[in-house]
Structures are given as structure tokens and as C-alpha cells.
Nanobody, 121 residues
Framework: QVQLVESGGGLVQAGGSLRLSCAAS????????MAWYRQAPGKQRELVAV???????NYADSVKGRFTISRDNAKNTVYLQMDSLKPEDTAVYYC???????????????WGQGTQVTVSS
């Protein structure tokens, strides 16, 4: 069984920073792409940032220049550094990863339980 556990959410004032972490554990052979999504009340879940296994990154236009995604492959962990936070960044943030549980197996997408980020004005 594979689990993704997020941490680091909370309440912060506009202009502040937070760092989210997401650690994968369990039967893991290899992790491909890792990403962060978010979902605000009444809105659809949206992609925030993605990082490939080799480190190539991509960001939503709304967070470019403010958020940084990174990963530690040795720890099976992905991070999201969020700077210059705005009230519109308020949402539940979810991490996701494409995980292969054995050599030759297929990759399956796993999701974390989500962590709340609230930015006050």
C-alpha cells in the first residue's frame, strides 16, 4: 500500500510564505511525475506545479515567480515553496505522484489527503 502524506499548511498573512511537504511511503519501486494541485471552495481542482523525475518543472501562470516545486528522490518527497502569498491562493492543496510499485509494473496515480492553506488579507 502506498500513502502520500502532506504537511506544512496553515494560516498566513498576505505577502507571507509557507512550505508544503509531501512524503510518499509504502511499497515504492520508482516515482515518475510529482505535482501539486489545489481546490478552492466552489471551484474545480487545478494544477499548481509539476516536476518530472529528472527535475523539469512547470507552473500555472497564476503562481509563476512566486511558487517553487522541488523534490528529494532519496526521500520520495516533493515540496512546494510558496512566497508572496495572496488571498486567492487560499485552497486545499493536494500532492499527487505517479508510482510504480515493482519493476515492470504500471505506474498508478496516488493522491494525498490534502492540506489547508489560508491566506488572510
Amino acid at each position: 500500500q502506498v500513502q502520500l502524506v502532506e504537511s506544512g499548511g496553515g494560516l498566513v498573512q498576505a505577502g507571507g510564505s509557507l512550505r508544503l511537504s509531501c512524503a510518499a511511503s509504502g511499497r515504492i519501486f520508482r516515482i515518475n511525475t510529482m505535482a501539486w494541485y489545489r481546490q478552492a471552495p466552489g471551484k474545480q481542482r487545478e494544477l499548481v506545479a509539476v516536476i518530472a523525475s529528472g527535475g523539469v518543472t512547470n507552473y500555472a501562470d497564476s503562481v509563476k515567480g512566486r511558487f517553487t516545486i522541488s523534490r528529494d528522490n532519496a526521500k520520495n518527497t516533493v515540496y512546494l515553496q510558496m512566497d508572496s502569498l495572496k488571498p486567492e491562493d487560499t485552497a486545499v492543496y493536494y500532492c499527487t505522484a505517479e508510482i510504480q510499485t515493482w519493476s515492470g509494473g504500471v505506474y498508478s496515480r496516488k493522491w494525498g489527503q490534502g492540506t489547508q492553506v489560508t491566506v488572510s488579507s
